[in-house]
């Protein structure tokens, strides 16, 4: 599991990539605070919510720029 989590993150120069280890963490956290709220009837602004869904959506499309930048 270990060798998993560090080859998921890994960016083109075999090192731990920054850029991806953020967006793993605000889907992560995006995950908690869906959960959060559907099953705990936790309420979340609306205005956080998308923000996150912004912040991870661009996080996923600055590491696909990573392979096509360094070319």
Do not use: H
Not at 5 to 17: A, F, H, Q, R, Y
Not at 49 to 69: A, D, K, R, V
């Amino acid at each position: 599991m270990k060798q998993f989590i560090k080859k998921l993150l890994t960016g083109l120069n075999d090192e731990v990539s920054s850029k991806r280890f953020i967006t793993l963490s605000s889907f992560l956290l995006i995950s908690v605070a869906f959960i959060s709220n559907v099953f705990f009837d936790i309420p979340m602004k609306e205005y956080v919510w998308n923000g996150m869904l912004i912040f991870c959506g661009s996080g996923l499309g600055f590491t696909t720029l990573e392979y096509f930048g360094k070319k």
